[in-house]
């Protein structure tokens, strides 16, 4: 098992490989962020259109 410390420490931009499990850990941190900025844009998106429909009523 990859520590956080081990994850937090290593760069994409490290001349060496990072291991499968901190590999593993990179992509989930990054899919869960994107998971969140979806919801945040799509909350955005849907309360502009009701902003929008609530000017045209």
């Known amino acids: 098992m990859t520590t956080t410390k081990s994850i937090d420490s290593y760069r994409l931009t ?3 490989e990072p291991t499968d499990e901190m590999l593993a850990q990179i992509m989930r941190e990054a899919a869960e962020d994107a998971r969140k900025a ?3 844009a799509t909350k955005r998106f849907f309360d502009e259109i009701e902003k929008a429909a609530a000017t045209i009523r």
């Open 14 to 16: 490290d001349m060496e």
């Open 38 to 40: 979806n919801a945040d």
